[in-house]
């Protein structure tokens, strides 16, 4: 088995997980920095998994 990357503090699931997306980091508005520094919520990468749809 492969092993998946880490999560991201900012990640609701495991990237591919079914009814999940990519968005942009809401605290970095997707630029992977903030204050000059790496953003925490995403891991620099500016991207975050959340859930998608609703109910």
Same mark, same amino acid.
């Given at each position: 088995? *492969?092993?998946?990357?880490?999560?991201?503090?900012?990640? /609701?699931?495991?990237?591919?997980?079914? &009814? !999940? %997306?990519?968005?942009?980091?809401? *605290?970095?508005?997707?630029?992977?920095?903030?204050?000059? /520094?790496?953003?925490?919520?995403?891991? &620099? !990468? %500016?991207?975050?998994?959340?859930?998608?749809?609703?109910?």
């Amino acid at each position: 088995m *492969a092993q998946q990357p880490p999560l991201n503090p900012g990640d /609701e699931a495991e990237p591919g997980t079914p &009814g !999940t %997306g990519e968005d942009l980091c809401p *605290a970095c508005d997707g630029s992977g920095t903030k204050d000059g /520094e790496t953003c925490e919520v995403c891991g &620099g !990468t %500016g991207k975050v998994v959340q859930g998608i749809g609703g109910g």
